[in-house]
């Protein structure tokens, strides 16, 4: 119920040059003045509302050209409109601050601190109920009135709008769950994307329900809707409307509801009045001027209407209706949201989108109290559902558990192991025709044939990566990368980087896509030195071979890949493009353009058919990172070559394959070979690595190489986090030791039913998702959760046993 105590009624009446200003309050008690309206203040507001309508008549209105005799000048607009707000206001509230206004000013500040002194516990706000006549005077941005600074009043004083006739009461507040009509209109020119989201964001704490124009329909199927809709017998809450809107003098403003449709507020007026003796509050217009439409909605009786007075820039509407919605989401009632969403286009928006706080007003019928969202009462079911000590122990150990890195590691490589074991078992290990890569490896016995010294090695001999280089090339194969980074001169050999160049040149004129390896660093690579003379970007590739343990290295989401790229991503572009692309830039040492821009300008153009969009779109769902697959045995995910038989027998009947495969050379595992002296390219080898090949070590090549399997095979296993499976696990549990507290005692023969289908069901859990590892690559953790689950319900079989 409203307190009437808090309550001002102000009517503000003109009559030719004459104001009329009536303050009533309390019990009867009234008090009135006149002060003569100044002139200038209606053209101040012609002025404002020009340079208002020019800045918001075209996105990024900062200037427009107007023609005129012989000059042509550009008006900055956002300036006009600032100093337009600037002179308005002035004016404004110079003659609010009048000598003839003051004794109402006094009287409100009088009777507000009376009203605190009175009741020191209230937190109750100081309403004045603002009518104004004619619509002239309604127009002014009456909630800018800064009538508290005058008497340094600290209360909290709201301006309401109230319209002048008013013929039906307020209806009580539905019971139930609140429940919201969205109606979006027209959107020829608007975008309701934000609000549709904010809406939506509501779901948690209301029902909202959308209806509106779809292309599909004619205008009468859209009104038929709409009025069904809106007399629906569950009824409503709150009324959303979002499009186009306008003001009229004798049927309550129009409606945009279908390009070239409009509907009168006259014509929906019997719905409407259904619609809110079934308990509809509350109307929200994110429309342009919507002062007649106010009016009409008051006087039929709705509680409260939300509109624009002016026209209303898409952007601004958008955001204004976000930071309201947010509001009503945190149950503030509709003037906190409002006055909340005003000052964050004041205080936030003031420079992008001026003067627009001015606009949003709040109409309210005098008989009803603002609407809020309530809170639900969730306190019986919150201590319900708070864990007991065995339940928190399990919780807290587990989220704990769930968020060390090491613990996920090992997690990792145990479910891994066991995905090796069970595709293995059920022989569901891929069947391709041939591994997509073919890893060339310097291996130790290379380096033996070699009679390579050790001075040679770091860095690598590159007269022998030249030679590597060379039987590829004769090998007709096109696509290599060289895990390798060519930065600094290399001394011995002393001809080494003039052989590399001479090799990398003869393969690039044979039409080979060659990728050298480079490292991270903040917004640029580091990797090959063209002043070696061995390369040019303009004809060869390069990406960077940074990546995080047992992961996919992507790039990052809001990087195009032409300043930084993963070199597995890359060079699986490269691979996929030249199955896919007929006209694909060919690398050619005269080339002088960069040859990664090209490239990646191709595949941008290129349709969204085959892997080559497939790859070039994905994106990783909730920024969750792909796991390298060690479950498929490596014999299917790559070719090895040492290094030295493609040296020695570069015979294309022995390697048949290599000219369709993305060839990488790289170092084997011996552990004088790598980045820096003791720091080898190598790390200890998986379990389900060792499961398949009973290898020591994983090289770095290897990793790329499952890097680029994955890729060109589109296979990106997602894991899913602990914390949400866990998260799952604990509402599951919760809800099954919920259910068996309505049972004071349990059979021994049903509580043994229960540990077995808990077990059972666990263990169910458990194939089920090493089936969807395989079938849909998702990777969902067994472990921690089960155990949480198995934690939470079979203690409480005991525990009711015992009731």
Not at 171 to 179: C, L, N, S, T, V
Not at 677 to 685: T, V
């Amino acid at each position: 119920m409203k307190n009437n105590n808090h309550i001002f009624n102000l009517k503000v009446q003109k009559v030719e040059q004459i104001c009329l200003f009536e303050l009533a309050w309390g019990k009867d008690q009234r008090l009135t003045t006149q002060i003569n309206y100044p002139p200038a203040l209606t053209q101040l507001y012609q002025d404002w509302r020009k340079a208002y309508l020019n800045f918001y008549r075209s996105d990024q209105m900062r200037g427009r050209t107007v023609d005129g005799g012989i000059a042509k000048l550009t008006i900055d607009w956002h300036a006009e409109l600032v100093k337009a707000e600037t002179k308005l206001m002035y004016e404004f509230h110079r003659w609010l601050r009048s000598a003839e206004l003051y004794e109402i000013r006094a009287q409100i500040a009088q009777e507000s601190q009376q009203i605190i002194k009175d009741n020191p516990d209230t937190n109750a706000p100081i309403q004045i109920f603002l009518t104004c006549a004619p619509l002239e005077l309604a127009r002014f941005p009456w909630e800018a009135w800064e009538l508290g600074n005058e008497f340094a009043t600290n209360e909290a004083i709201q301006f309401i709008r109230t319209p002048l006739n008013i013929s039906t009461q307020a209806q009580e507040k539905r019971q139930g769950r609140p429940r919201i009509l969205a109606i979006l209109g027209d959107d020829t020119g608007l975008n309701f994307k934000a609000e549709k989201e904010s809406l939506k964001s509501l779901l948690r704490i209301a029902d909202v329900e959308f209806v509106g124009w779809q292309p599909q329909h004619t205008a009468a199927q859209v009104i038929q809707e709409i009025t069904d809709a809106i007399t629906d017998e569950r009824g409503w809450d709150v009324l959303f409307f979002a499009g186009h809107s306008n003001e009229t003098d004798i049927t309550g403003g129009e409606l945009g509801i279908a390009p070239g449709v409009s509907i009168a507020i006259s014509e929906i007026a019997p719905q409407l009045s259904i619609a809110q003796k079934r308990g509809l509050q509350v109307a929200i217009f994110n429309s342009c001027s919507g002062l007649s439409i106010a009016d009409a909605l008051i006087d039929l009786g709705f509680g409260q209407v939300v509109v624009m007075r002016e026209p209303i820039h898409n952007s601004v509407a958008q955001g204004f209706m976000v930071r309201f919605l947010q509001g009503l989401a945190k149950h503030l009632d509709v003037y906190e949201s409002l006055t909340e969403a005003r000052q964050f286009l004041r205080m936030d928006k003031s420079h992008t989108y001026p003067s627009s706080y001015l606009v949003p007003s709040l109409f309210c019928h005098p008989g009803a109290a603002l609407y809020r969202i309530p809170a639900f009462r969730w306190q019986q079911r919150l201590r319900q559902s708070i864990p007991n000590r065995l339940e928190a122990i399990a919780l807290a150990a587990s989220l704990t558990l769930g968020l060390l890195v090491p613990v996920q590691e090992m997690l990792l490589e145990t479910r891994l192991l066991t995905q090796s074991i069970y595709r293995n078992v059920t022989a569901q290990i891929p069947s391709e025709e041939a591994p997509p890569v073919a890893l060339v490896q310097i291996d130790e016995e290379s380096l033996y044939r070699a009679q390579m010294p050790n001075s040679q090695l770091l860095p690598m001999n590159r007269r022998y990566i030249a030679k590597l280089v060379d039987s590829t090339r004769k090998l007709n194969a096109s696509v290599v990368g060289l895990d390798f980074i060519f930065d600094t001169p290399q001394k011995d050999p002393p001809s080494g980087d003039k052989d590399l160049g001479k090799a990398v040149r003869q393969a690039v004129d044979a039409n080979m896509w060659l990728m050298f390896a480079a490292v991270l660093q903040p917004d640029r690579e580091v990797g090959t030195n063209e002043a070696l003379n061995i390369n040019n970007w303009d004809w060869t590739l390069q990406g960077y071979i940074d990546a995080y343990p047992n992961l996919v290295e992507l790039p990052d989401g809001n990087n195009d890949c032409r300043k930084t790229c993963p070199f597995a991503y890359l060079l699986s572009l490269v691979q996929l493009a030249k199955q896919e692309i007929t006209a694909l830039p060919q690398p050619q040492t005269n080339r002088q353009q960069n040859l990664r821009a090209q490239l990646l300008d191709a595949i941008q153009q290129y349709p969204n058919k085959g892997n080559l969009s497939t790859l070039r779109d994905w994106r990783s769902p909730f920024g969750l990172q792909p796991i390298l697959d060690y479950s498929i045995p490596p014999k299917q995910v790559y070719t090895p070559i040492p290094a030295w038989q493609l040296i020695e027998n570069p015979d294309i009947n022995k390697f048949p394959l290599l000219s369709k495969q993305v060839v990488l050379i790289a170092v084997g595992s011996d552990r004088r070979l790598g980045i820096a002296a003791g720091q080898p390219d190598r790390s200890l080898a998986p379990a389900a690595i060792s499961y398949w090949t009973k290898q020591e070590w994983l090289t770095g090549g290897e990793t790329l190489a499952y890097m680029m399997h994955h890729f060109l095979t589109q296979r990106l296993v997602i894991p899913i986090p602990d914390i949400w499976t866990i998260g799952v696990a604990i509402i599951l549990g919760k809800i099954t030791t919920l259910a068996m507290k309505n049972q004071l005692r349990l059979k021994p023969s049903r509580r043994q039913q229960i540990i077995a289908g808990a077990i059972g069901a666990v263990i169910l859990y458990g194939i089920a998702v090493l089936q969807l590892y395989i079938s849909v690559a998702i990777l969902i953790p067994w472990f921690l959760p089960s155990s949480v689950f198995l934690i939470y319900v079979l203690p409480a079989t005991k525990r009711n046993n015992h009731a």
